[in-house]
Every structure is written in structure tokens, then in C-alpha cells.
């Protein structure tokens, strides 16, 4: 594969943040229409967006330099830690960042956090399944080596493969496969049957984490904890997480949407008419 999408001047752009810059786009787009189709401010969901994908980069970028072997080299150069079109971003990071950050403007601007958290989690799923695509254009993410027909080389020598020119499991079309189904699952399953707000999050964090639980065994990660990769205790305690929070939401009941602008502008207009007319 070739991970340079293309070259303007000195800087080369690579596949990997084009797929990201995309899942980005198409995610805000369904979530104004699908905010706007439940009656919820379209600015502030728009102003949600832009906080939350801020948050999502840093959490993304910080998580992967904070676990990355060449951590003690972006310290010593500050500047290469902002070079995220190079590849190098973390998934569980960005979801953290970006929860963290959407926390503060759902709560400033009331708009209930686990309702927006149902309307965004079939995108934090369909945004994994684009991503994942990147990462195979950009050779990062790769699995074991193994023999099977389903074995892919890869031979570029800018990709960042660890394993160049040896036949290994193709781990990044798995995880994106993974996305896609999940995405599949609560957007036209799970939020259809939904009883409880937040119950679409939760089933997101039991799809995500067991899923990629299961990829990583397919995955090349030399580091393993009793057993299991870091990701798969990251996993592990993503579905714990997630059990817990449907004991504690499951008791509330599901919070109707606030109606927007738009609507209340409707509204008084109707009214003033109605009284005009009487």
C-alpha cells in the first residue's frame, strides 16, 4: 500500500489523515441532521461538534505519544507532536478527549449529555470502521505473521509496517470491518429500541470493546500484561464500564429532546396568528 495520498510542496499527505478528515465530516453531517430530526439545536450541536473533535485530536495524539516507545523523542521534539497527518493517533484517546471535552459544552449549554452521547456513538463506530481503512493504507496497526491465503506483504518502504515484506494478518480491515457492523447494529438495531438514554452509548462500548478485544489477538503487539495486550485490559475495562453505566441509566427515564430555535420560533408564530385571527 501506499500511504501518501499526495504531496503539496514539501508537506506529503498521507492516506491516513484524509480518512480521518473524512470520517470527521461525514460524522458531524449525520449528527446535525439526526439533531435536527429530534428537535435539539442545530448551533449548538454544531458548536458541540467543533469542541468535541478538538478534544478528540488531543486526547487521540497525547494517548498515542504518552504510549508510543519514542515518547522521550516528541519531548525532545515538542513540535512533531502537532504532525498528525504523519499517522499516530490513539482511538481510545480520541474518545476520551472528546467525551471530556463535549462533557463542559453539553453541560453550558444543557443539552443532556447521554442523549447526544446515543444520537454521536453509531458515528464513533462508523468513524473506527473509515479510520481503520487508514491505517491499512498507511501500513500502521498490522497483525501477526501468518500463512494463511487471507496474508497480506506489505513492501512499501513508507509505510509504517513493522513487519515489511512479511506475509501477516490484515488486523486493520478486521478492526474496520468491526466498525462498520457495529455501526450497522446500533444505528438501525439498537437506538431503534432503545428505553433508556444512554442505552445506545453503552451497547457502542460493549460492540467496540469486544470486538476489538477479539482483533488484537490478530494484532502485532509485542508488549503483553498477564497474558493480554494493553488494548484488550483497555477493552476489558471499556465493558466493565459499560455494565456498570446501564445499572446506574437503566433506572432513569428516557429525557425528551429540547425543542430547538427553530421550533419555538414556530411556535410563537402559530400563536401570535391564532390570536391575531381570534
Same mark, same amino acid.
Given at each position: 500500500?501506499?500511504?501518501?495520498?499526495?504531496?503539496?510542496?514539501?508537506?506529503?499527505?498521507?492516506?491516513?489523515?484524509?480518512?480521518?478528515?473524512?470520517?470527521?465530516?461525514?460524522?458531524?453531517?449525520?449528527?446535525?441532521?439526526?439533531?435536527?430530526?429530534?428537535?435539539?439545536?442545530?448551533?449548538?450541536?454544531?458548536?458541540?461538534?467543533?469542541?468535541?473533535?478538538?478534544?478528540?485530536?488531543?486526547?487521540? +495524539?497525547?494517548?498515542?505519544?504518552?504510549?508510543?516507545?519514542?515518547?522521550?523523542?516528541?519531548?525532545?521534539?515538542?513540535?512533531?507532536?502537532?504532525?498528525?497527518?504523519?499517522?499516530?493517533?490513539?482511538?481510545?484517546?480520541?474518545?476520551?478527549?472528546?467525551?471530556?471535552?463535549?462533557?463542559?459544552?453539553?453541560? +453550558?449549554? +444543557?443539552?443532556?449529555?447521554?442523549?447526544?452521547?446515543?444520537? #454521536?456513538?453509531?458515528?464513533?463506530?462508523?468513524?473506527? /470502521?473509515? /479510520?481503520? =481503512?487508514?491505517?491499512?493504507?498507511?501500513?500502521?496497526?498490522?497483525?501477526?505473521?501468518?500463512?494463511?491465503?487471507?496474508?497480506?506483504? *506489505?513492501?512499501?518502504?513508507?509505510?509504517?509496517?513493522?513487519?515489511?515484506?512479511?506475509?501477516?494478518?490484515?488486523?486493520?480491515?478486521?478492526?474496520?470491518?468491526?466498525? *462498520?457492523?457495529?455501526?450497522?447494529?446500533?444505528?438501525? #438495531?439498537?437506538?431503534?429500541?432503545?428505553?433508556?438514554?444512554?442505552?445506545?452509548?453503552?451497547?457502542?462500548?460493549?460492540?467496540?470493546?469486544?470486538?476489538?478485544?477479539?482483533?488484537?489477538? *490478530?494484532?502485532?503487539?509485542?508488549?503483553?500484561?498477564? /497474558?493480554?495486550?494493553?488494548?484488550?485490559?483497555?477493552?476489558?475495562?471499556? =465493558?466493565?464500564?459499560?455494565?456498570?453505566?446501564?445499572?446506574?441509566? +437503566?433506572?432513569?427515564?428516557?429525557?425528551?429532546?429540547?425543542?430547538?430555535?427553530?421550533? $419555538?420560533?414556530?411556535? $410563537?408564530?402559530?400563536?401570535?396568528? /391564532? $390570536?391575531?385571527?381570534?
Amino acid at each position: 500500500m501506499h500511504p501518501i495520498a499526495l504531496v503539496i510542496g514539501s508537506l506529503a499527505v498521507r492516506w491516513y489523515g484524509v480518512m480521518i478528515a473524512a470520517s470527521i465530516a461525514i460524522s458531524i453531517t449525520v449528527v446535525y441532521f439526526e439533531s435536527r430530526r429530534q428537535g435539539i439545536n442545530t448551533d449548538d450541536v454544531l458548536d458541540l461538534a467543533i469542541v468535541a473533535v478538538i478534544g478528540g485530536i488531543l486526547g487521540a +495524539r497525547i494517548g498515542w505519544i504518552l504510549t508510543s516507545p519514542d515518547v522521550l523523542w516528541y519531548l525532545a521534539h515538542p513540535l512533531r507532536i502537532l504532525a498528525i497527518w504523519e499517522g499516530g493517533l490513539s482511538y481510545f484517546g480520541g474518545i476520551l478527549g472528546g467525551v471530556i471535552a463535549a462533557h463542559f459544552m453539553v453541560r +453550558r449549554r +444543557r443539552m443532556g449529555f447521554w442523549r447526544m452521547a446515543d444520537i #454521536v456513538a453509531p458515528l464513533l463506530a462508523l468513524s473506527f /470502521g473509515i /479510520g481503520k =481503512i487508514g491505517c491499512w493504507l498507511n501500513g500502521c496497526c498490522g497483525g501477526t505473521t501468518t500463512t494463511s491465503w487471507l496474508g497480506v506483504i *506489505f513492501t512499501n518502504p513508507l509505510s509504517e509496517c513493522d513487519l515489511l515484506n512479511q506475509r501477516i494478518w490484515p488486523a486493520q480491515l478486521f478492526n474496520s470491518a468491526s466498525g *462498520f457492523l457495529a455501526f450497522a447494529v446500533l444505528f438501525w #438495531v439498537v437506538r431503534k429500541r432503545k428505553h433508556f438514554d444512554g442505552q445506545v452509548f453503552i451497547w457502542y462500548l460493549y460492540l467496540y470493546g469486544t470486538t476489538s478485544f477479539v482483533v488484537e489477538f *490478530f494484532r502485532y503487539i509485542p508488549v503483553h500484561v498477564a /497474558g493480554l495486550t494493553p488494548n484488550q485490559w483497555t477493552d476489558v475495562t471499556i =465493558i466493565a464500564a459499560g455494565t456498570i453505566a446501564s445499572l446506574i441509566l +437503566r433506572r432513569r427515564p428516557v429525557v425528551s429532546p429540547a425543542p430547538s430555535q427553530q421550533s $419555538e420560533t414556530l411556535d $410563537e408564530t402559530t400563536q401570535d396568528t /391564532g $390570536e391575531s385571527d381570534a
